[in-house]
């Protein structure tokens, strides 16, 4: 158990729809991680925020957003879902910086129909 | 572009064998380097990472990788495989120009046989 836990475990929903993923970092932790897994793509990652302000942005699209609320949780919201976002989103949280060990969560599941 | 390779996408070894997973990066200057593992139906976990310094670095469960600047590789190496390590490995990058940047490779599955 790494400490981060993610919510919901699956999600499925269908084109078009608006969903929000959900993480808590480790205890301590100031940054966290989103990062999206699927056959077609890889693991991509999404973006980074620590300590409620973005520090680092990957391949978000801009149908995504997301944000780190000053608990430290962090949303991912996925908008005007497509089938090609059907994929394994990942949480990380690290204690700050690049360097730091990022402990990954389990995932949550999204499929859309 | 910024790219991290992974020659391998499968890799057969038998239980007790030497391991050695490939991992090549396109990148100007020297990024950080890491080396994750994935269990089925689980998150990641790291193994190993580089920054400077020595450049064999040790990790978890007696993994150790190797970096080579002139051929711009980060291989991951073990002496001994057990049958617990069958899953799936990513090298990733993490750019330090500018804006951090974290790249993956596409990962290598691995096999033990017993």
């Known amino acids: 158990d790494s400490g981060v836990t993610q919510t919901p475990k699956h999600l499925i929903t269908a084109t078009g729809q608006r969903v929000t993923l959900r993480c808590s970092p480790r205890?301590?932790?100031?940054?966290v991680y989103w990062y999206q897994q699927s056959l077609d793509q890889g693991l991509q990652f999404l973006i980074q925020?620590?300590?409620?302000?973005?520090?680092a942005k990957g391949n978000i699209l801009e149908r995504f957003s997301a944000q780190q609320f000053p608990d430290l949780h962090s949303e991912l919201n996925l908008s005007s879902l497509e089938l090609g976002d059907s994929a394994l989103y990942f949480c990380?949280?690290?204690?700050?910086?690049?360097?730091?060990?990022?402990?990954f969560g389990p995932g949550t599941r999204l499929t859309v129909l | 572009a910024q790219s991290v390779t992974q020659p391998d996408i499968h890799i057969t070894v038998s239980e007790g064998a030497s391991l050695e997973l490939r991992c090549n990066y396109s990148?100007?200057?020297?990024?950080?380097l890491f080396w994750y593992v994935q269990s089925p139906g689980q998150g990641l976990q790291l193994l190993l990472k580089?920054?400077?310094?020595?450049?064999l670095v040790q990790g978890i469960k007696g993994f150790e990788a190797e970096f080579k600047r002139s051929q711009s590789s980060f291989n991951l190496r073990k002496p001994s495989v057990h049958w617990s390590d069958a899953a799936e490995y990513f090298c990733a990058v993490v750019t330090t120009s500018g804006t951090y940047k974290y790249i993956f490779g596409t990962g290598t599955r691995l096999k033990v046989l017993a």
């Open positions: 990148y100007g200057a020297t990024p950080y």
């Open positions: 990380a949280s690290s204690a700050s910086g690049v360097t730091d060990t990022q402990y």
């Open positions: 205890s301590g932790d100031l940054s």
């Open positions: 925020y620590y300590n409620g302000e973005e520090r």
């Open positions: 580089y920054f400077s310094g020595d450049t």
